[in-house]
């Protein structure tokens, strides 16, 4: 018979430090090393059955003990009794949770929303929808960074926080506040001086309060840091937009 646990009514945050948070503020705590690294994996697989064979390898690596089914058990049990959601399926385990429950669903959910309301044509919803997605992120030192395996989907997902912050820009930009986002694009061009986006952004909000001098002072610093540090040209966008401020 698949156990269950019996659920509790708890906040998981992955998108920073690991946090499992319960409805009344206080913290569990999960000792050691082992319980964190089988609760991120289930976390960043949630609603999705992670096979035994991927959370021995997960554990123990290349030399799991002889006794690694039952210890993975005895792990699983421990997150179970302390209420998380684990079941037993499809040969391996799996954590069912609500998108609300878990703070990379939550963004995935508002990202997606966010998409759609911007293909639609609806940037203040679009905005609303993808800044609510990036305030999941509690820190850019996700709890991954500290579980090597989960590398590769701390790489990926960093990448798409990048992106989802240049959609969000390009929909704010799209409803008249390029004053309100200089800051953040000024803080943005100089922590990623190679994301010709970002310039681009950047160059367009300085435009648009007036400030011609400056944007192309932007434009012409991404210039020289893709020439140094790649050996390539501005893209077509960057330089169209240079193009315009350029013609008025």
Known sequence: MTKTAVKEDFRFSVL????????????????????PALLTELLFHANRCVPTRRLVEV???DTPPKSYVSNLHTY???????????????????????VTDLDLLTFHAEVDAGRHAARAGDY????????????????????AMDQP???????????????????????????GKA???????????????????????SMRALAAVGRRAEALQVYQATRRALVDQLGIEPGRQLRHVHEMILNG
Do not use: N
């Open 124 to 143: 203040p919803r679009a905005a609303r929808h993808l800044r609510r997605a990036l305030e999941q992120w509690r820190s850019p030192e996700m709890c």
């Open 179 to 201: 004053g309100e986002l200089l800051g953040e694009l000024d803080t943005l061009v100089r922590q990623y001086p190679l994301r010709e986006r970002f310039a681009a952004q």
């Open 76 to 98: 699983v049990s421990r997150l179970r009794d302390r209420g998380i959601p684990i079941e037993q399926a499809g040969g391996g385990y799996r954590i069912s949770l609500d």
């Open 59 to 61: 554990l123990w690596g």
């Open 149 to 175: 395996h989960l590398e590769l989907e701390a790489v990926r997902l960093e990448t798409e926080r990048i992106t989802v912050i240049e959609e969000c820009v390009d929909a704010e930009l799209a409803c």
């Open 16 to 35: 920073g430090p690991l946090t499992v948070a319960a409805q009344d503020g206080s913290h569990v705590s999960l000792r050691g090393s082992l319980l």
